[in-house]
């Protein structure tokens, strides 16, 4: 059984920085991508960042990149999303997402397995 557990996240204010973990079990993850995508109020869920499980090649959406960095580490078969800079807009549930595909892709249907979420809030 496939299992994202997120955690981290929390309350910051704007300029600060976060950390996100997801650690991922129950199944290889070669050839797979494991994205940060996020859902803030009101508004439809969209991808963030994302990353190649066995190459480690990163993805960003514009708005993030320069500012947060993605890594995974195969040993402990978790991958993090670390988040500087915050702004307001930031401002949402993140959530973990694992999928059979060569690259993140900001598609949602291209991922099979989701975690929980976790909150983020950043105050201004």
């Known amino acids: 059984q496939v299992q994202l557990v997120e955690s981290g996240g929390g309350l910051e204010q704007a300029g600060g920085s976060v950390s996100l973990s997801c650690r991922a079990s129950?199944?290889?993850?070669?050839?797979?991508?494991i994205s940060w995508f996020r859902q803030a109020a009101g508004k439809a869920r969209e991808f963030v960042a994302g990353?190649?499980?066995?190459?480690?090649?990163?993805a960003y959406v514009n708005s993030v990149r320069g500012r947060f960095t993605i890594s995974r580490d195969n040993a402990k078969n978790t991958v993090v999303l670390q988040m500087n800079r915050l702004e307001s807009k930031d401002t949402a549930i993140y959530y973990c997402?694992?999928?059979?595909?060569?690259?993140?892709?900001?598609?949602?249907?291209?991922?099979?397995?989701w975690g929980q979420g976790t909150q983020v809030t950043v105050s201004s």
């Open positions: 997402a694992a999928g059979p595909t060569h690259i993140p892709t900001p598609a949602i249907s291209d991922y099979d397995y």
């Open positions: 990353i190649t499980w066995t190459e480690g090649k990163p």
């Open positions: 129950g199944r290889t993850f070669d050839n797979w991508s």
